[in-house]
């Protein structure tokens, strides 16, 4: 089963430019090179980042080592490249001194790479992102996309998005799947690229976070269960974001006394993910999380949306002391969009303190499944 991404490598790439594509381990970035290099009529050397040979070839910045390294080809592409010492500076010199060169590179790891990068190639770089297979992407050639979502509705919830997870013949390949990643791949970058001592406490963090989907999260309390203060809990997060693990979501205010702001929520990339990390794979049926369930796939699956379509806006939730909430805003265009996602439809109004607030620039819907695949065309 080929599942075609959003992202097309050949129309995004360009002569004495970078083009660096971000996103978590094992969601196809790889997959998406080996078949631009197969179809492209471009001359293409590609390496792989994790290969010593390849860290000497581009680790030191020098421009005649890196003219051998490239040869004759029209384009080159690194793998892998947060493995790489120096690749910033390398890639700069390369895109400076041979012009005609288009460059492509992946990074599993987001904190590595994008540190290096992102001052020596001002100006010279492209960056996309790939994450999960979205909603999009799967269904757009389907003929009766309402009638697969309403029979895989279910597993997607359970087993996620990962391209492995979607091509899967059963549920048991989707859990080892789903395990070797958490046991294997999940913390890898952050323990290989940052001062953490060991694992353990991270998935701590992650179970935490698991069970608080849609809760604002107390970075005091998180420390306190964990045993360690709330600023290395701060720092924690803020990794397990980078790895493209969970992804922050705000609170939205325009300075209302009533509302709230200083908390956050914390949401799954793949909800697949954040199953096996509390080891859970029973059919929703059994289930006592659909709803927390539910509102991280819709919020992951519209973040996926704007990102790879180019709506651009900020997202956040809102909520007052008064516990009047709206799941996701998202603010763009000079206007306000609130989104409310229930698994099961109710009869549910606006908040009367938003309507009053924001009424003339702000609008108010609520997300089912009955509706999502609006939400996200």
Sequence with gaps: MRIARYLDISQEIRPGKTLILFGPRRVGKTTLLMDFIKETTKKIIDYRGDEISTQHAFDTPDSALLRDAVGTADVLVIDEAQAIKNIGQSLKIINDTLPHVAVVVTGSSSFELAGQVGEPLTGRKMTKYLLPISLRELLTED???????QQKLQSWLVYGMYPDVITAKTNEERRDFL????????????????????????????????????????????????????????????????AYIIFRLGGFS?????????????????????????????????????????????????????????????????????????????????????????????LTVMPREWQEAYGKEATWKMITPDNILAFIK
Excluded: M
């Design 254 to 346: 325009r300075n209302l006394r009533s509302e709230v702001t200083k908390t956050a929520k914390y949401y799954f990339y793949d909800v697949g993910i954040r199953n096996a990390v509390i080891n859970n794979f029973n059919e929703l049926s059994l289930r006592d999380d659909i709803g927390k369930l539910w509102e991280n796939f819709v919020i992951v699956e519209r973040l996926k949306t704007r990102l790879y379509t180019n709506l651009y806006a900020n997202q956040y939730f809102w909520r007052t002391w008064q516990q009047n909430e709206i799941d996701l805003v998202e603010e763009r265009e000079g206007k306000l969009f609130g989104f409310e996602i229930k698994w099961k439809t109710k």
């Design 179 to 242: 395990r070797e990643i958490v046991d294997s791949y999940l913390l890898k970058d952050i323990l290989i690229y940052q001062d953490v001592k060991g694992s353990r406490v991270l998935l701590q963090l992650l179970i935490l976070l698991s069970h608080q989907i849609g809760s604002e999260v107390s970075l005091t309390e998180l420390g306190s269960s964990l045993g360690i203060d709330k600023n290395t809990v701060a720092r924690y997060l803020d990794l397990l974001e980078k």
């Design 143 to 149: 003929i009766a996309p309402a009638r697969t979502l």
